[in-house]
């Protein structure tokens, strides 16, 4: 009997270590089937979960019904573990380098428990080579156990897309890897027990991680370059998604559009590549030149709305500006790494007077991460309006509803276009 069946018949328990928006809903997923222990360092949101609330509001309350799962805020429960998997966050710090200190810390507590047969699995987006070089370290001093013989390691890059109803965990093919062949069989297999879609078994741990941050690297540097095309064409005259839609009639074009590029993996991924590059002694020219131009966008955005307001003849000084969704993405409740607040930011340095609305984000939060908070609903006369975040409370707006909060000659400046040909008496923009 190995690990594998020794979980499948609740012999022993697996650990989720880490209960964001990623390790919740694979400690559910797992729950259904196998018995687990849900381990996060937050006990306020360990209450939550035990009272059957998500704090990341992705997961409905029934969807923790019929799961074998012990949450817990003491480190010294995950004893009862013998399979770990690893799903902290990986930010960047102010200087744009990788943040380890969620994932090291993590590591000290599953080598702190870590006991002779167990597999360590992480899911942390990392750099290649960061498992071995960083964590497995960790995970020997704390245990006293040597890697490789009396503990194995996996990794197996989380592909979970918040507010993504449509490509869950279990219908997405998992990535996976092990230290040798036993521990990738193991891993594989116990993975499949919740993932329907199947495994792709990752020749070694640098390549599995590899293949995650170039997924997120692709699609930043796309994003890039649309965004250098809607300045271009903004120059021209030329609206950016006409341009797009004629485009995507060629079968081979690739549908990506211009926006703002936040959150925790788009907007982070590719500086763990450009800072492992560097340490290589190779200089990343593209993908940091990709990060420049969608680092800059919320400036970009707000200093094309200010132009906008000022030839229109507003005086910059007493205008009004209301800004609709501050979260990182459209329908979810997380403000991390939200380029809105560079918006909000840059406004705010013209002088301009902002307001914010979200239906989904919280105001507190906002004020404690970016020192601006929420307003219930717009009040009186704006001179501009900016669609920041397509929240789907937005998608049936008219035109009617924007001439009651507009002030004469206001702006729309809606960043992803999706209230285009709407508008035939109110100012429009988009990127």
């Not at 020794?6 to 928006?21: N, P």
């Not at 259904?32 to 990341?56: L, Q």
């Not at 990788?98 to 047969?117: C, M, T």
């Not at 998992?174 to 993975?191: H, M, N, P, R």
């Amino acid at each position: 009997m190995n690990l594998y069946h020794d979980l499948l018949s609740k012999k022993e328990k697996l650990a989720v270590v880490g209960l964001g928006y990623v390790g919740l809903p694979i400690a559910l997923e797992f729950a259904r089937k196998i018995s687990v222990i849900g381990f996060d360092i937050n006990a306020k949101r360990v209450e939550m979960m035990k009272n059957r609330i998500d704090p990341s509001e992705e997961l409905a309350p029934e969807e923790f019904d019929g799961c074998d799962i012990h949450f817990t805020a003491s480190a010294d429960e995950l004893r009862e573990a013998r399979f770990f998997i690893v799903a902290v966050p990986t930010p960047i710090d102010e200087h744009n380098l990788p943040d380890l200190r969620p994932l090291i810390s993590a590591s000290r507590s599953v080598g702190s428990v870590l006991k002779k047969g167990d597999i360590v699995v992480f899911e942390s987006t990392v750099y290649p080579g960061c498992t071995e070089e960083d964590c497995i370290p960790v995970l020997e001093e704390m245990s006293g156990l040597k890697f490789g013989i009396d503990f194995k390691v996996g990794y197996s890059p989380e592909r979970i897309n918040p507010g993504d109803k449509e490509h869950t965990l279990s219908k997405i093919v998992k990535v996976v890897s092990g230290c040798d062949a036993e521990s990738l069989e193991i891993i594989a297999d116990t993975y499949k027990i919740v993932v329907d879609a199947g495994v792709h078994k990752a020749s070694s741990i640098k390549v599995a991680e590899a293949a995650k941050i170039i997924e997120n690297t692709q699609r930043d540097l796309n994003i890039a370059l649309m965004n250098e095309l809607s300045m271009i064409f903004s120059q021209m005259g030329i609206n950016t998604y006409d341009v797009l839609e004629a485009a995507g009639t060629k079968w081979n074009f690739l549908k990506f559009v211009p926006g703002l590029v936040g959150g925790h993996c788009i907007g982070v991924d590719p500086y763990y590549l450009t800072y492992k590059a560097k340490e290589l002694g190779h200089n990343a020219q593209v993908i940091l030149a990709g990060r420049t131009v969608n680092d800059g966008m919320g400036a970009y955005v707000a200093s094309k709305v200010v132009k906008k307001m000022v030839a229109s003849g507003v005086d910059i000084a007493k205008s009004r500006v209301l800004v609709m969704g501050a979260t990182f993405k459209e329908n979810v409740s997380d403000i991390r790494n939200s380029k809105v607040a560079d918006v909000v930011r840059e406004l705010k340095d013209f002088g301009v007077n902002v307001e914010v609305v979200d239906p989904h984000a919280s105001s507190d939060e906002l004020v404690h991460e970016y020192g601006f908070g929420l307003v219930e609903a717009p009040n009186g006369k704006y001179n501009a309006a900016i669609v920041a975040v397509n929240h789907t409370d937005y998608m049936s707006l008219r035109e009617e509803h924007f001439e009651e909060i507009l002030a004469e000659k206001g702006l729309i400046a809606d960043i992803k276009g999706v209230l285009r040909g709407r508008f035939e008496r109110i100012k429009y923009w988009s990127l």
